[in-house]
Structures are given as structure tokens and as C-alpha cells.
């Protein structure tokens, strides 16, 4: 998996509390991506980040909020999550605006 | 925007034949596309990508083929083995909007039969 790490894999959580995702990398790639996965949808985007701190919102960002402090970590958090929410999350690096690598994956469950 | 769609959800293939998955894209100034494959339980796996200044590209038993008058690009696979058997992603970029958004179509269930 292109030396990208997600953790958790698996998390259940009631709705309301908020839960952050991490996404750990190791090829010092500049780009990194939060998608969602779900049936009938395919991958969507979250958000994404182009440098440490420089982040940008993709196509279903509401309810969600990253940060990136470090090169090597994005983290996406779920401020109050929502049975909406459950999905599997993949991380996906970059190191130009194109070929992009992914992740394990985390599968959320919102109950 | 984009929107990318793949004409068969699923498709059966018999061991050894030739796979042929296709996928079509809205957007004429989209100029680089990818294929991925999704093991059950992995994250998608990065195949093979094409430019669009180039209208085919070979890889290992694989090869795509983009037709950027009809907005149509296909992954063909040679000798198809049970470790293909996987859901395949085209994803597509408009690389000069400044966009760092890949749009993805829904992917291709490829079933090989022993």
C-alpha cells in the first residue's frame, strides 16, 4: 500500500461523538486525499491536501473537517457523527497532481 | 464538472479469455485517466494510467485504450486469470483546471470462471 498506514481499521461509534481518523505516511509525498466509499456511489472525495497546513474541500465535505500539522499525517475528523457517515474512509498520497495511491482503508460504523 | 460511468457493473470471463472493461467520461478537457483494481477488503490498487496525448498504453497483460473523440477509454486484459477477479475504477482528471480531484466511475465487478 505504497507505505500509507490508516488507523483505525475498524470503528464503531454512536451518533454524535466525534471521531478522528488518521492517515500515517511514509513517501514523503506532498499530496494527500480523505475519501469516502459507499454502494452505488463509488469513491468520493473529502478533502484534500496540496503542503503541511494547505487544505482544500472536495465533493462531500459537510460534517467533516481535516488538518495536516506534518508532512507525513492528515487526519480526518467527523465532528458529530451521523448514521449518514457510515462508510469505508480511504487515504490516498500523491506526489504530483495526478497518479494517486491508496490506502487500507478504515471502515466506520455510526450506530 | 465530471461525471464518468462504466457501461456493465459486472462481467464473467472465462479463465484464459481476454477482458475488455470500459468506461465513458463527460468532460472533453479531462486529460489524464487511470485504472485501478479493488481487491474485496483492500484499497484500490493502481493498474495502469494514460495521458491524453497518447491514444494506447501496454503494461503487464494489461492495456488501455483512450478515445478522446467519443470520450471513451478501455482496459483490456490479456489472459485473464482468477487473480484478476477484482471491481475495476477508471478515474479521470482535468489536470489544467487546477483541480487535484480525480472523478471516479462505479467500477466493474470481473468475475473469472476456473
Known amino acids: 500500500d505504497a507505505g500509507i498506514t490508516q488507523s483505525p481499521r475498524h470503528k464503531v461509534t454512536e451518533t454524535g461523538t466525534p471521531v478522528t481518523l488518521r492517515c500515517h505516511q511514509t513517501?514523503?509525498?506532498?499530496?494527500m486525499y480523505w475519501y469516502r466509499q459507499d454502494p452505488g456511489h463509488g469513491l468520493r472525495l473529502i478533502h484534500y491536501?496540496?503542503?503541511?497546513?494547505?487544505?482544500d474541500k472536495g465533493e462531500v465535505s459537510d460534517g467533516y473537517s481535516v488538518s495536516r500539522s506534518k508532512t507525513e499525517d492528515f487526519l480526518l475528523t467527523l465532528e458529530s457523527a451521523t448514521s449518514s457517515q457510515t462508510s469505508v474512509y480511504f487515504c490516498?498520497?500523491?506526489?504530483?497532481?495526478?497518479?494517486?495511491?491508496f490506502g487500507p482503508g478504515t471502515r466506520l460504523t455510526v450506530t | 464538472g465530471e461525471s464518468v460511468g462504466l457501461h456493465l457493473p459486472t462481467l464473467s470471463v472465462q479463465e484464459g479469455d481476454n477482458s475488455i472493461i470500459n468506461c465513458a467520461y463527460s468532460?472533453?478537457?479531462?486529460?489524464?485517466f487511470i485504472w485501478y483494481k479493488q481487491e474485496s477488503g483492500k484499497g484500490p490498487q493502481f493498474i495502469i494510467d494514460?495521458?491524453?496525448?497518447?491514444d494506447k498504453r501496454q503494461g503487464q497483460r494489461v492495456t488501455v485504450l483512450l478515445n478522446k473523440t467519443v470520450k471513451h477509454l478501455s482496459l483490456q486484459i490479456a489472459a485473464t486469470q482468477p487473480g484478476d477477479s477484482a471491481v475495476y475504477f477508471c478515474?479521470?482528471?482535468?489536470?489544467?483546471?487546477?483541480?487535484?480531484?480525480?472523478?471516479f466511475g462505479k467500477g466493474t465487478k470481473l468475475s473469472v470462471i476456473p
Open positions: 494514460i495521458r491524453s496525448n497518447m
Open positions: 491536501s496540496y503542503g503541511v497546513k494547505d487544505t
Open positions: 478515474a479521470v482528471l482535468n489536470s489544467g483546471a487546477g483541480s487535484y480531484q480525480l472523478t
Open positions: 490516498a498520497i500523491s506526489d504530483s497532481a495526478d497518479e494517486q495511491y
Open positions: 468532460n472533453s478537457a479531462s486529460d489524464y
Open positions: 513517501e514523503n509525498h506532498r499530496y
